[in-house]
């Protein structure tokens, strides 16, 4: 099969990596976001409860748009959840906390994602690869708005 870009085989063996890493970071943080969704308490329930929900919406969509960036440059996704949740940078959580400890450890997720989103792009504008910068800078522009977000609710 044809990529759709004329990388080197080392090219496209980094930023496929960085991609699978990003998959990867995005569905651990997906699965967060739904387990905080579940499990909140207190007098913030409803906000709460609807903010993870947009969070594991908007972030089951984007693991899709990587992954089928990384078939686009015609590499392996990796789909194994226990792989995924090795090579993560965000750890998983059981669920157990308060309202402000979730909301703590989403905006961790978030700024995590924020910065491997960011560093694949870099790495994809270095190689010359355009499109997949420019998904990792609007991955990345979305994981700094649901910092913020979540920011300020700990003020
Ligand atoms: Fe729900």
Redesign the pocket.
Known sequence: MQPAIDLSPTAQAAIVEALNQSVAETAVTTMLAQNF??NVTGMGFGPL?ALF?EIYEDHFQAQDDLAERIKALDGHAEGMLSKMVERSKVSEHDGHADDRTMVEAMKVAQETLAATVGAAGVLAAEHGDTLTEDLCIARGQVHEKFAWMLRAHLR
């Open positions: 969704h579940w409860h929900q």
